[in-house]
């Protein structure tokens, strides 16, 4: 499953959205950064409807840093069976 992180742009204009993976236990597996790439960035990961949560920029900052601290953990392999 796929939830979207989505807060404002960064003072430079970037934008700051992304996806965290979560397996079907709720366990979160990791972070694909979206920025301007929209659905392109899921691609082959998209599973249809993804909710959208909309949080502060520092809330974006915990949520993109949690996801890509557990990718780092699981081999490959786990990473594929989400």
Do not use: C, H
């Amino acid at each position: 499953m796929l939830i979207r992180i989505a807060t404002t742009n960064d003072t430079s204009g970037n934008a700051r959205r992304g996806w965290l993976r979560v397996n079907a236990s709720g366990q979160v597996m990791g972070w694909i950064e979206e920025g301007y790439l929209g659905s392109e960035a899921i691609k082959g990961y998209d599973e249809g409807e993804s909710p959208t949560i909309y949080v502060k920029p520092s809330e974006y900052k915990r949520f993109k840093k949690w996801g890509e601290t557990l990718q780092t953990s699981f081999t490959e392999k786990e990473l594929l069976n989400v």
